[in-house]
């Protein structure tokens, strides 16, 4: 766990109380983020003068701050099956997303600007993955602030069966869509169209 000094000269915690908190799954940040539900503030012996606050948050509906990089290259010297053989290539190596942008380049000739999107976690194996997989010359990279809605795992009953699902808050509602995997592997088991089997509550 994270520590730091303090001015204090007596003791700040006991230590029982920093075996709970080793043991509790926590996570430490600048302040508390989410939807307050209760709040408590106790005085007891200690001379600190700003006693202990307790605070008991709802995180649903949060929205989540991280960073992903932004790789990206003009293409115009590969078929259309060697850019599908890439832009697996970049997914199999991590990437969060992949697309290819159709434009014209110099001389007037059609290109594409093939963009991934990876953490920066994967960076170096999705960036070599790109150089390996297209030949490009140049990636032009980038890192950029993304806002993300927490998500969990649910699911969803529909006439012809349970569908694994994504659920998130919004707003103060929570939605939940089917895994588009899922809902064609139901659709085609079923002799159905994937239009006839509902991706989200209330959908038909």
Known sequence: KP????????????????????????????????????????FGANPAGQGLRLFLLDEAGTERLDQIWVLESHIDHLSGEELGAAMDALLAAGAVDVIQLPGYMKKNRPGIMLR???LPTDLERVRTAFFMHTHTLGIRQRLEDRVCL??????????DGFLPAKAYDLAGQTFTRAEHDARLALARSKGKSLLEIPDREGSA
């Open 3 to 42: 520590v730091f000094s303090t001015n204090y000269n007596w003791e700040i915690i006991t230590p029982t109380g920093a075996l709970i908190l080793d043991c509790l799954d926590v996570t430490f940040m600048d302040g508390p983020r989410g939807f307050l539900k209760r709040k408590s503030l106790s």
């Open 116 to 118: 991934a999107l990876c």
């Open 150 to 159: 927490p998500r969990r795992p649910a699911g969803l009953e529909t006439p």
